[in-house]
């Protein structure tokens, strides 16, 4: 049983910067892949980070590549996503999820993830 809880959604400029926050509950954080999820009204979740356990892995859907970085610190149980150059195209709910995998292929598409945070609004403005 895992929880996330998601935090630092706001409305910012575009070309702004954002941090998002997950924190993880239990004692097994370090043996889960994280990743950070998107869904904009009217359209399909879609992936936009994963890092793997050690956080020697991560990988990037194309439009967020050089923008985004995905981190993640095991002593506190918590994954970010850094988020630069913010576009409107950004706007969205993210999630942050979790599996259990070594192995960060897995890691790359939402039918893996077991478990999900409650999502957090960013709203990027033009």
């Known amino acids: 049983q895992v929880q996330l809880v998601e935090s630092g959604g706001k409305l910012v400029q575009a070309g702004g910067s954002l941090r998002l926050s997950c924190a993880a509950s239990?004692?097994?954080?370090?043996?889960?892949?994280m990743g950070w999820f998107r869904q904009a009204p009217g359209k399909e979740r879609e992936f936009v980070a994963a890092?793997?356990?050690?956080?020697?892995?991560?990988d990037y859907r194309d439009s967020v590549q050089g923008r985004f970085t995905i981190s993640r610190d095991n002593a506190k149980n918590t994954v970010y996503l850094q988020m630069n150059n913010l576009k409107p195209e950004d706007t969205a709910v993210y999630y942050c999820?979790?599996?259990?995998?070594?192995?960060?292929?897995?890691?790359?598409?939402?039918?893996?993830?077991?478990?999900w945070g409650q999502g957090t609004q960013v709203t990027v403005s033009s």
């Open positions: 999820a979790a599996v259990w995998t070594q192995y960060i292929n897995v890691a790359l598409t939402t039918s893996a993830y077991e478990y």
């Open positions: 239990g004692r097994t954080f370090s043996s889960y892949a």
């Open positions: 890092i793997s356990r050690d956080g020697d892995s991560t």
